[in-house]
């Protein structure tokens, strides 16, 4: 039997110049590498920009919530706050937890086509191949972080609006977005290694999100604050991407420092200030704990 | 150039979930080329046994090679070297034809150079090159197959793991895909591994393993399966099965059971034995069927019953095994 087999491959082998008019392709698969690897992680973070432009409810979905937070809150509210926003536009205050929010929800649906994947069979394509998990993990948060820094950028546009000019804030302020959408995807990376469900899973992430903006000092200044809401405060981790934000932002305006004093007071940790560069920090670090672990659940899954 | 090497090695695989043993030791060789197909019922293990091949599912005992590597410490290597095609589809349906392509060809490090021209081989093989600008999500069930055989293709793998690859599709579709894997054969040095319940396919098979409740009851040709049964098989339909075959078994001492619906029996050049079937038999007779051995025969000389009834009995056992898989 095993003869038989073998002639008639070699019989195929021999007539396939003959069948098919231009040679066949011979392709060999090489060993893996760091260039291998690359490519891996480009070309899963390619997806998620492809499906992400394919998907125009979605571009316009998710500046639904910071559209919401900015003109509907921060209007309505600025005649309550008038009195204590030292003439600062209430919007312009709300203005850098907006900016959080916007890549949050998009980093957020970008780890959940994650559970999709599972379901729908494509991640077994990408689990059966021949990389690095890390490879995998790495090129979908980069994909979110991408996505999300995009829909950023467009709320960062909106700035004159809320009476902050264009200025060289742009750049900074875009980098702690960036950071930011990338340890979000990281963590929903992390939670869909061990969510199989989609309603498990969103009901998980808006349990998180929400509570995150709330705590954060997205919409009050943190300083003076009740003892039980500073802790909560001061371990949400978006508090140091709404403060360094709001700081890099009111250097750039006009206001008063009475205004200054009392909007923009700062994170301190037990008496010391915290500095922009250590915030920024925590939400990188955070991030790369986020990664480590997805990377970690997911190399372990069969 | 020759590689001596058999495409795949099985001994003793066993895989267990929990107190269900869906892989109860198994052991084969597939050659180089061969066309090598498992036949079963569904829940006989066969998926578990070709996931296990595959990298997917790591086995509880025993070991396997594929292309010469083994599935669990050299994992990277067997998955260089196979292609994969499973029951449910795999593609990203908000991707094109090509885009889905291009993607594994990415993952898989295909030589930037030969990309292109062996894409559009593969798609040329399965007819889908004037689709490839097309989402995927516009695809019919068949063409999503084709489309996901072709991917399976890209990388030029040593061994192509088919899991049912007709399960689901119109009989037209089905024989169209079976066009392309005895194509495949002509232009590519390539062993096929496929399984399937489809009787009819398993013939298309160099050599059948017939899989049942975790184990290989019999390994052979298709020819050689069914000379081995050495007899026609005669189907009778009467009003009363339980008399016929005390009947059958007095008069004609012939072992016959009831399947689907009919007394079922073998005997040696059965056009000879209808007449004398209708001149002694008491039981009335209402319809009758003589048929050369088929693989359905062979499956129910070796296991007593018929594959889809196998089927009804398994599918309990099934569930208690995708309960256990899923904890």
Redesign the interface.
């Known amino acids: 039997?095993?003869s038989?087999?073998?002639t008639?491959?070699?019989e195929?082998?021999l007539?396939?110049h003959d069948?098919?008019g231009?040679r066949?392709?011979?392709?060999?698969?090489?060993?893996?590498?760091a260039s291998?690897e690359l490519?891996?992680i480009?070309?899963v973070w390619?997806?998620e920009l492809?499906?992400f432009s394919?998907?125009r409810l979605r571009i316009v979905t998710s500046l639904v919530q910071p559209f919401l937070f900015l003109f509907v809150l921060g209007t309505g509210l600025s005649h309550v706050a008038a009195a204590g926003t030292h003439g600062v536009n209430l919007k312009t205050f709300v203005y850098p937890g907006v900016l959080c929010i916007a890549v949050m929800f998009t980093a957020m649906f970008s780890a959940a086509s994650l559970v999709w994947?599972r379901e729908?069979?494509?991640l077994?394509?990408?689990?059966?191949?021949?990389?690095k998990r890390s490879s995998l993990v790495l090129g979908k948060c980069f994909g979110g972080a991408t996505v999300a820094g995009f829909q950023g950028l467009i709320v960062l546009f909106l700035a004159p609006l809320v009476g902050i000019p264009y200025g060289s804030w742009i750049p900074e302020v875009f980098a702690i977005q960036l950071a930011l959408a990338f340890a979000i995807t990281a963590f929903g990376v992390m939670v869909a290694a061990r969510i199989t469900q989609m309603q498990a899973f969103m009901a998980l992430m808006q349990m998180v999100i929400l509570p995150m903006y709330f705590l954060s000092g997205a919409l009050y200044p943190v300083a003076g604050l009740p003892r039980w809401l500073e802790i909560l405060n001061r371990v949400d981790p978006l508090t140091y991407a709404v403060d360094p934000i709001r700081r890099i932002i009111f250097a750039h305006l006009s206001i008063s420092d009475a205004a200054r004093r009392s909007l923009d007071p700062g994170v301190s940790w037990w008496g010391w200030h915290v500095p922009a560069g250590a915030e920024v920090a925590v939400i990188a670090l955070l991030g790369t704990v986020m990664l480590s672990i997805a990377i970690f659940e997911f190399a372990r899954a069969? | 150039m020759f590689d001596p090497a058999p495409a795949v090695t099985v001994n003793d695989l066993v895989k267990s979930y929990g107190e269900v043993e869906a892989v109860r030791g198994i052991d084969f060789e597939v050659q180089r080329g061969e066309t090598f197909g498992f036949l079963g019922p569904n829940g006989a293990g066969k998926s578990t046994t070709i996931n296990m091949l595959c990298t997917l599912v790591r086995p509880s005992g025993g070991e396997a090679l594929v292309a010469g590597h083994d599935v669990v410490s050299e994992r990277d290597e067997v998955r260089r070297n196979i292609g994969l095609v499973f029951q449910d589809t795999t593609l990203d349906g908000y991707l094109t034809a090509e885009q889905n392509l291009r993607l594994h060809a990415e993952l898989y490090g295909v030589p930037r150079k030969a990309v292109a021209p062996r894409m559009q081989q593969v798609m040329e093989m399965v007819g889908l090159w004037e689709r490839r600008g097309s989402l995927v999500n516009t695809f019919s069930g068949g063409m999503k197959r084709r489309l996901e055989i072709a991917r399976g293709l890209l990388h030029s793998p040593r061994v192509l793991f088919l899991d049912e690859p007709t399960v689901g599709l119109d009989p037209q579709t089905r024989s169209s895909i079976w066009r392309y894997i005895r194509e495949l054969k002509a232009s590519e040095d390539i062993t096929i591994f496929l399984t399937t319940h489809y009787m009819d396919e398993a013939e298309y098979c160099d050599r059948i393993a017939i899989m049942d409740q975790g184990k290989i009851i019999v390994l052979d040709t298709p020819e050689a399966l069914k000379a081995s049964v050495g007899h026609d098989r005669v189907r009778i339909e009467t009003d009363d099965e339980p008399a016929t075959i005390s009947e059958l078994r007095e008069r004609f001492n012939v072992d016959a059971t009831i399947a689907e619906g009919a007394v079922i029996f073998g005997v040696p050049e059965g056009e000879h034995f209808v007449p004398r079937l209708f001149a002694e038999l008491d039981q009335p007779i209402r319809a009758v069927n003589v048929s050369r051995p088929s693989l359905d025969d062979v499956f129910m000389s070796y296991t007593g019953t018929t594959i889809r009834d196998a089927e009804t009995d398994n599918s309990d056992q099934r569930r208690k095994a995708a309960q256990m898989m899923r904890r």
């Open positions: 039997m095993a038989t087999a073998g008639q491959s070699a195929g082998l007539g396939a069948a098919h231009p066949p392709v011979k392709v060999r698969v090489p060993k893996r590498s291998g490519r891996a480009k070309v390619q997806r492809i499906r394919r998907d994947d729908f069979g494509f077994r394509e990408m689990m059966v191949a021949p990389v069969e």
